[in-house]
């Protein structure tokens, strides 16, 4: 006879109050999800035999992750965001869509209401010693024809691995630009080659990491939001080669179709035809959208965005 208390009726009855599914008031659907979780969670104590202050650990570890906002550090650090991604990526494939940029997760760090500039923009406004990146490609739809007025969003960390807004020693909207993209469908920009991230060393998020002995780095990457009416949104980010985490990151967001060549210029004339004294970078990438169609998964997520004030 199984020892488990999961099967008996007592329990069973317990989850169905605790979920108000015997009241007819509330959503039907999170009740089912209410009571799926709470059941989870008990199964877990089981199988692992968690003891009373474990588990009270376990909750001051969530209130603390809470208050010092990194829930949206600790689901990507988790996979979660990427299984959101798989199971989208599935859904369209599903559904006969093929090609197209693949996509990758948003990350906790994006702003809305950046400035927005057509065909180009330089994000790099706060001074600082790094490698000078021009970035420029098409956005196209899949048959390769461009598609002109979609919009760019991209963000990306400085030479430290800070976020403008996270970071109070950058200015507003540093490293945050939204492009529109002119008649032949492109985009291009001047920045600064950014580096890696690394989750806050003292956070909720780390502690965690240490605790089962992984790292909290994500190799040098931008982040890019496109969209254009009548396409599906594409929330994506390309990696920066070379970086020592590109197959190793803690936020498991790289992927190999987005990991473009960095054309490193050297060259004397290259550098004075851009008006620069130091050798700069340089990556092509275009960005292939999907048409907007029905009994497909909404690609816009919702989720709290902060704005620069
Ligand atoms: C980042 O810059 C990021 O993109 C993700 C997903 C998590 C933490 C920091
Ligand atoms: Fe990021």
């Known amino acids: 006879m199984s020892t488990s208390l999961l099967g008996r009726p007592e329990f069973k009855d317990l989850l ?3 979920a108000g599914l015997d009241n007819d008031k509330g959503d039907e659907r999170l009740k089912h ?3 799926r979780v709470a059941e989870h969670i008990c199964s877990v104590i089981e199988e692992f035999d968690v003891s009373p202050s ?5 909750m001051a570890y969530l209130t603390e992750l809470g208050q010092a906002n990194e829930v949206g550090l600790l689901v990507p650090g988790l996979g979660i965001e990427t299984f959101l991604d798989m199971r989208m990526d599935e859904a369209e494939r599903k559904a006969g869509l093929e090609g197209g940029t693949p996509r990758t997760i948003e990350g906790p760090l994006y702003i809305a209401g950046a400035p927005l500039s057509k065909g180009e923009a330089r994000l790099d406004q706060d001074p600082e010693q790094g490698e000078v990146l021009f970035m420029q490609g098409v956005v196209t739809d899949k048959t390769g024809k461009p598609i002109a007025g979609a919009v760019v969003d991209v963000w990306h960390a400085n030479t430290k691995g800070g976020y403008s807004f996270f970071d109070p020693s950058q200015s507003q909207y540093n490293l945050r630009r939204r492009i529109e993209t002119d008649a032949e469908g492109r985009y291009r920009f001047r920045s600064i080659l950014p580096a890696g991230y690394a989750c806050p060393p003292n956070g909720s998020t780390q502690k965690l990491l240490d605790a089962i002995g992984r790292h909290g780095h994500r190799p040098a990457h931008i982040h890019f939001f496109v969209t254009a009416p009548n396409y599906r949104k594409l929330t994506t980010q390309i990696n920066i080669d070379g970086d020592e985490y590109l197959h190793d990151d803690f936020a498991f967001a790289t992927r190999d ?5 960095v054309a490193r210029h050297t060259d004397a004339d290259a550098i004075n035809a851009k008006g620069l004294n130091e050798p700069f970078s340089e990556i092509t990438f275009n960005f292939v959208l999907h048409r907007e169609a029905d009994a497909l998964p909404d690609t816009i997520v919702e989720r709290p965005h902060a704005e620069a004030a």
Do not use: D, N, R, T
Request: glycine share 0%; hydrophobic share 55%; aromatic share 12%.
């Open 16 to 18: 169905v109050k605790v």
């Open 33 to 35: 999800i209410v009571q």
């Open 54 to 58: 474990e588990f009270w650990s376990a």
């Open 257 to 261: 179709e987005l990991i473009p060549p």
